[in-house]
Structure formats: C-alpha cells, structure tokens
C-alpha cells in the first residue's frame, strides 16, 4: 500500500518532531475551485496531516502526514465523506500512470461531450415544443436531470451536508427551483391563471442550463487532457524492449526485463531503451525531446546516454545503470506531474474568494427574488424567480478555479518542451518577479573544464611541443586540475609523456621532477623564483595573457625557462547571448566566483557582465546572496547545483544548469536541462508572461461575476430594460470558462527564445 | 404594499439569515467541533 507513498522524508526536525510520509491520492469528480477547497479544508481537519495540497488539474491530494497518527485508509475515508471519489494509489510505474491518467481524461471527455451533446439536443427540442406538450417535456427534463445532471445534485447535497457549497450547488438549486416551479405550473396551471399569472414554465432552460455547463466542463476536459498529452508524449518516449547481449547473442526483451549491468545495443536510427554507460562505439544521439538541444550530441565510450533518446547514425553498445522510476526519463515524468500539481500563491486569492462566494450569492438570489416580487405588479413571482435563478447560474465560480491551474499546467508544460524543468506554480511566480541574476562562473557561465589554450617556447632548442611535453610528465602525477588539462592536451596531440622520477609536489604553486635526467619545474612564478629561474624572457606574454584572465604554468628545464603553458575555461557559446537577453529583460547580472578578480574580470569583459564578485567561497557566495536580498532585491541564483547548492537554496529561484543527467534535479527551482545559459532567459520571459496570463485571468473571471450577478439581478432593467434569461446567464457562464482556458492555452504559442 | 409582497420579504430574510447560519457559523461550530475531537484523541493517544 506504501509503493507510492513517495517520500517518506523522514524529517526529524529539531524539536524531535515525528518522522513524516506523503502520500498522493487520486480524487475524482472535483470540478471547481470550491470543490478543491472543500477537500482540502477536510484533509488538513484530519488527525495526524500535516499538510495538503489538492489540486484540481491532476486530480490529486497531496497529502503529508504523521503515520502514527494517519493511514492511507482514513484519508481515502475522510475524502470520500465529503462526496468525492478517492482511491488508494496502485502501485504503478510513472509511465503506467501516464496512460491510466491520459485514458480517464480521454474517457471523462467523452462522457461529458456524449451527454452535452444529447442534453442540447433536447433542450432545442424543448424550446420548439416549448408551450405545446407540456407533460412530454417534463418527462424529458426529469431524465435530463437524472442522466446528464444527476452528478451536479449528488455533489451539491454531499457539499450541503458538510455546511459547504460550491458551483453544483448554485447549479442545483437555479436548475432545481426552476424544475420545481415549472411543474407547478405543469400540473395546477388554474392556480397560476386564477392569480393573474401565465403559467410559464422553464424546462428548456434547466436543460440548457444543464447542457451549458456540460459543454463548458466538455472543453475542460478536452483542454486537461491535452495538457496531460505532452507529457504522455514523455512517457511513451521509452521503447517497449531492448536489444541486449546474452551469451553472445543478440535477444530482444521487454524493457522491465533488464537489469543493471545488462548490455544493450543500439543500430541507427533507434529509440535508447534506458540509461546507461557506452561501452563500445559511439554516434551522435539526439536528445532534443529531452533537452531542447536541437543539434545531435556526440556520445562515445565513456559517455552517458538516457533512455528514450534517439541514436542517429552510428551504432554502439552500452551497459544499462538506471532503471525503471530512477530513469531519468521517469523522473522528469514525476518531476513534471508534482510541478503541474503545485499551486501558486496567487491561487490562494481565488480559494479563499470561492469558499465565501457561493452562500453570499445563494443570499443576493433570495434578495433578488425579494425585490423583484415587491417591485413588479404583473406576474411578480414569475419574474422574480426567473432573475433569482439567473443569479444563481451566472455566479458559478468556474472561472476562477481555472485561472492559476490553467496557467501553470500550460507553462510548465511549455519550459519542458525548452528543455527547462519548472518546478510548479511557486517557481514559476519567483521567477517572473526576479530582478537580480547572480551568475556562478566555472561550468555556469564557462565549460567548467580547463583546456590549454597557449604554449610558447622560449628556448630556440626546444618547441612548443617539447615544452609541452615536459609539464606533462612532471603534472601527470599531480592532482590538479591544471594538471589535469595539460595532460589532456598533450594526450589530444597524440605525445607520449615520459615517466617523472624524483616528483615532488608545491600545493600552491606548481610540481617538480626529473624527466629523462632533465630537472623539470612547472608551475607559478613563485615556484620559478623559488629555483632561481630567470622568468624575464616570458614576462610580456605573461602580462598579457593574464590580462586575458587565463592562469599560467611556467616550465624551466635544467635550471633555465623553456616555456609557458596558458589554460583557461572556455566560455560557453550561448553565454555572451545569454547574458544581453537577461538584460533586455531588465535584469541586473551579476558574475560570482571563487576565481581571481583578473580571471572573473575577463570572463565578465567577454560576456558583457559589469557586476563582478571574485575570491569568495561557498560560504561567501550564500552571504552576497544574501547581502542582495537584504537590498530588497529578488535573487536567482544559477549554478551547477553541487559546490552552489547553499547558494541556490539561499537565493528567490534556485536554477541548476546541468546535462539533466547528473544534476540533483530535486535541489533546485528550474532545472536548465540543457547546459546553456540562455534557459535563464528563457525561464524568467515565460514566467513573467505566466504571472501575466494569470492576473488577466483573474481578473476577467472576477469582473464576470461582479459584473453578470448586478445585470443578473435585474439593475439594469430600470435604466435600460436589460434583464438575463436564466438561459443566457448559463451560456454567459460557460463562456468566462471557456475564455480563461483560451486565455491559458495562449501561452503554449509563446516563444522565450524571442527574447 | 400588498399582504403577500410583506410575507415573501419577511421569507426571504429569514432564508437569507439561514442559509449565513447554516454556511458560515454552523459549518464552523462543526469545523471546531472536529478539532476539538481530534485533539482529545491526540492526548489520550
């Protein structure tokens, strides 16, 4: 029962608190934001939950909560008893969930537009017929209501026993009063007539009513659904067998069958089945679907590759690591559901509004009714009620339940397709507030990887080659990352570094040796001095190329200079790109680096940064996070997620850039899955255009319903003589929905790369 | 005013006192009630 309790974070918190465990429940038959609320209030009532989170879009509960006190069972139980469907979570792989969650969209879509489909058709038929046959047109609303409505009146009376209300309540009783009132006037039309009353009746417009609403809850599943089929698309990314090696054969077996360490081979133009690590051949594989990277990367022995990416030319075999939920693939597919499932703050306005709305308006319909009855001489309970039940449905807070939901479900949906993971409505709301974007230097704004850049000889017998060659077998025992470079050149340039006898380390400063009997130092100007090495020879060029912010290694032979070997971290391509498209977008950049001022000077000057913060250590950079938060500004910080973690978690918005394979997606905000700096932009453009789509709906949402209850009610009919059939209030309804999920689904034209 | 007009105004505030009563202060009493309940378990537990 516990397979999916997917966390249990065993958060012992300081005050010994007692461990925690979530739990994600799905829950059916919520259709508004009222609906939501009212689960929500019930779970936190719960003895033993901490926290929950439901959400409306994916259908789910989130619950947090202490096991000793809570089970999965009761929850399902206290959901149940507020007139919702909740079942405990079966224990599925995330791609089998996909489905299950892409079949009941597609499934309730059906049904909705089957029977909004059928109802309309009647309700057009109630209309011709309308005063004609009367008692045929009865039986037919009865079996309306009981078929295509009976959903609204189950919930609206589980709603009523809870002291709560929501859309299906304002639905039921405007359609139900409406019912009752029509077959008065069905079976005792003398009553009416013998009070000077037309004895009017409202069938066709509990059916339109009825209808209306199906199709606007039609177009919501159909928008829900679609949403849900881009990451159905993730899903069923992943091939459903693999080519593997067995005892020299080749054999395919299904995906669950392979194990780690299983080898798999892959012929051109093949989908990857899992991940893993090349072991023989290499081509170039197209991760686009999962990065955003639209070229083809080279990927060889050695390389990592993830499941579900598509190999282009070349053929290569490669031993399978993870599998199965800790596939990437899996959990970028979970990372995106848990985003799509979290709620902005913006949303709690709409909550709150919602929980308050339904019984002030079951009261300005009943004042409505009031007024109308006292202030109109002929057939004033006709009127009244008619303005009564237009209230009622033109109140339906439909709208405002998919102002937020809508939004996020749609950009985030939109970063994924960019290559940048969003994690849900907070992040997304940070980051179209930011104004200050603090930049890590080595591997964020650079590769992160020293390459040598320059070698110059200074010692007519020897070449640049020869100079190389020597720091080679001198640094090839040494740990340094330089070493580390300088050894990789010479590697690249195909010279066999002879062994160092004799080798000695200067941490700081640089590594001696003897190297075929020549007495070898490499290192800083420091070592160089410390030997008595003349360095005159090479200090124009090391002037200039330490202007040029690149860190040197000297290397004397036998006592005299031989040469200088320049390594520097090659800027990232799209890093001068990145770095002006966040400043269009008015954001202050600043460069943050444990790094030398020269070295952080040169790389800011070549990217066009101004701000420059050098020499600081992780602890610093927590602290200048910090220092710009406390000048009022909102901060993201991007780095490459490990030694900037406490950076990241400090800062407004956390970004991690990073291949999407190795990179704690979990520690961060937004994930850039592509190691390009330019997904900054990118995220922060979307986010503010989010954080735009959201308060438009909003706003529309709630101007409706201030607007349409007053036209509703009758106001105008004074001045202009405009009054609202309870018909066009219901389609009126059904329309403010329909406009804020249009409004939403905007955003998934909208390009940030524009930026 | 006719008699009827008094007695659908006098209906109507009465509806509307209820339907406040039963949504708002009823539906809290009852929210209080629960937690009460919960947090007497909580110590007997």
């Not at chain 1, 489909?117 to 209309?127: E, H, P, S």
């Not at chain 1, 189950?154 to 859309?167: G, I, S, Y």
């Not at chain 1, 009620?385 to 339906?396: E, G, Q």
Request: charged share 20%; proline share 4%; hydrophobic share 50%.
């Amino acid at each position: 029962m516990d397979a999916r309790v997917s966390t249990v974070t065993a958060r012992l918190a300081a005050d010994g608190a007692a461990p925690v465990v979530r739990i994600d429940i799905p829950v059916s038959g919520m259709t508004c934001a009222a609906c939501q609320a009212r689960v929500q209030r019930t779970l936190v009532r719960q003895p033993g939950v901490r926290d929950a989170a439901v959400n409306l879009m994916t259908r789910t509960a989130s619950i947090t909560y202490d096991p000793a006190e809570a089970s999965p069972e009761a929850l399902v139980h206290a959901i149940r008893s507020t007139g919702y469907g909740a079942d405990l979570p079966l224990d599925r792989s995330i791609l089998e969930e996909q489905e299950a969650a892409d079949r009941a969209y597609a499934e309730e879509y059906r049904a909705l537009a089957r029977k909004a489909g059928v109802t309309l058709l009647a309700g057009f038929v109630a209309m011709i017929v309308a005063r004609t046959l009367s008692f045929a047109l009865l039986a037919t609303t009865v079996a309306i209501m009981v078929w295509s409505g009976r959903s609204f009146y189950v919930r609206a009376w589980a709603a009523f026993r809870h002291h709560a209300a929501d859309m299906n309540t304002l639905i039921a009783v405007g359609t139900g009063a409406a019912f009752l009132f029509s077959v008065a006037a069905t079976v005792a039309p003398s009553f009416f007539v013998a009070r000077g009353v037309a004895a009017d009746t409202y069938y066709e417009a509990v059916i339109f009513i009825i209808a209306l609403v199906l199709v606007g809850s039609a177009l919501e599943a159909r928008a829900k659904r679609q949403t849900a089929a881009a990451l159905g698309k993730l899903a069923n990314l992943q091939p459903k067998t693999a080519r593997l090696e067995r005892a020299g054969d080749e054999v395919d077996v299904p995906i669950d069958d392979v194990r780690r360490g299983d080898v798999v081979s892959v012929r051109p133009g093949e989908r990857l089945p899992v991940d893993g690590e090349i072991v023989a051949g290499s081509s170039a594989v197209d991760e686009s679907m999962l990065t955003g990277e639209s070229l083809p990367v080279l990927r060889a022995v050695g390389d990592r590759v993830i499941g579900g990416t598509i190999n282009t030319t070349g053929a290569f075999r490669y031993r399978a690591t993870t599998l199965g939920a800790e596939s990437v693939l899996a959990r970028i597919v979970r990372l995106m559901r848990e985003a799509q499932g979290t709620r902005a703050p913006v949303q709690r306005l709409a909550d709150r509004v919602s929980a308050v709305f339904v019984p002030v308006v079951i009261s300005l319909a009943i004042a409505t009714f009031a007024i109308w009855y006292v202030a109109v001489d002929t057939a004033p309970a006709v009127r009244a009620f008619a303005a009564a039940v237009a209230v009622l449905v033109i109140a339906c807070p439909c709208a405002m339940g998919l102002a937020v939901p809508t939004a996020v479900m749609v950009a985030t949906g939109k970063g994924a397709e960019l290559g940048v993971l969003i994690k849900g409505g907070e992040a997304l709301q940070r980051a179209g507030s930011l104004d200050t974007v603090v930049l890590d230097k080595t591997g964020t704004v650079t590769e992160g990887r020293p390459t040598v850049t320059d070698v110059v000889s200074y010692d007519p017998h020897r070449t640049d080659v020869e100079v190389l060659q020597l720091a080679g077998a001198v640094e090839r025992r040494s740990e340094h990352p330089l070493a580390a470079a300088i050894v990789a050149s010479a590697a690249e340039r195909g010279l066999t570094l002879g062994a160092a006898q004799a080798f000695e380390s200067y941490p700081g400063r640089g590594a001696t040796g003897v190297v075929n009997g020549v007495a070898v130092a490499a290192g800083n100007l420091r070592l160089l001095a410390e030997w008595a090495v003349d360095t005159s020879a090479a200090s124009a060029d090391v002037e200039r190329l330490a202007a040029e912010g690149k860190t040197l290694v000297l290397v004397a032979a036998d006592g005299r200079l031989a040469g200088l070997v320049a390594i520097a971290d090659p800027i990232k391509a799209g890093s001068r790109d990145a770095v002006s498209a966040l400043r269009r977008l008015g954001l202050d950049v600043v460069l943050l680096t444990g790094d030398s001022e020269p070295v952080a000077r040169s790389v800011a000057r070549a990217v066009g940064i101004e701000r420059v913060v050098a020499g600081v250590l992780p602890e610093g950079k927590v602290a200048e996070v910090r220092r710009l938060q406390e000048q009022g500004r909102v901060v993201a910080m991007v780095g490459d997620g490990v030694n900037d973690a406490p950076a990241l978690a400090q800062a407004d918005l956390g970004i991690a850039i990073g291949s999407g394979t190795d990179v704690a997606i979990e520690a961060s905000d937004v994930t850039l899955m592509r190691g390009d700096l330019r997904g900054v932009a990118q995220a922060a453009a979307l986010s503010r255009r989010t954080m735009r789509t959201m308060k438009q709906n909003l706003f529309w949402a709630f101007v409706y319903n201030v607007v349409g209850i007053p036209v509703a009610a009758g106001a105008l009919y004074p001045v202009a003589g405009i009054l609202l059939s309870p018909i066009l209030a219901s389609a009126a309804m059904a329309l403010s929905s329909v406009s804020v999920l249009s409004n939403s689904l905007r955003l998934r034209r909208y390009d940030p790369r524009a930026v | 005013m006719h008699a009827d007009d008094i007695v659908v105004v006098i209906a109507a505030v009465a509806a509307i006192a209820w339907v406040n009563w039963y949504f708002f202060i009823a539906a809290d009493r009852q929210a209080d009630g629960r937690e009460s309940e919960h947090r007497d378990g909580a110590t007997r537990s």
